[in-house]
């Protein structure tokens, strides 16, 4: 019978936590400080994809989107992009699980089952289902 190695330190062990909340804490500010931009009627520059190709990218009025949730129009930003509408309480809960982990020093949660599914794959089949909901949509 092998040895079974040391567990790892719990600073290793919540790196992806950290890291979580990291990015989408800079996700916040800089999509924030767009938004707020874009609300005040200053457009900061055009996508570069629907410029060259006239078609919305995967991520095409996902600001309006997120200005329009915010503000209580669910359907209103569901119809503009229901991709972004997703992500925002996504992102959401998972801050703050991750928030919660570091905050008290807690064990992160990794349930075997979670750790089977192929999250790249259905990440693009997301982001695939999007884009073509957006292309269909009429934005065109």
Sequence with gaps: MAPV???LPW????????TLLLC???????????????ALGVSPWPCVWK??????????????????????HVANA????PGAVLLVP????LSAYAA??????????????LQRVPWRAALLLAVLGNWIYLLFSGRA
């Design 51 to 72: 410029s060259c190709t006239s078609w919305p990218c995967a991520g095409c009025g996902a600001t309006r989107a997120v200005i329009l949730l915010l503000s209580g």
């Design 78 to 81: 569901w119809a503009m992009n």
């Design 100 to 113: 919660l982990v570091l905050a008290l020093r807690r064990e992160p949660w990794r349930p075997a089952w």
């Design 24 to 38: 989408t804490g800079a996700l916040a500010v800089l999509g924030g400080a767009w938004c707020l931009v874009s």
């Design 5 to 7: 190695p040391p567990p």
């Design 90 to 93: 996504v992102l959401g809960a």
């Design 11 to 18: 600073s290793v062990r919540v790196q992806p936590e950290r």
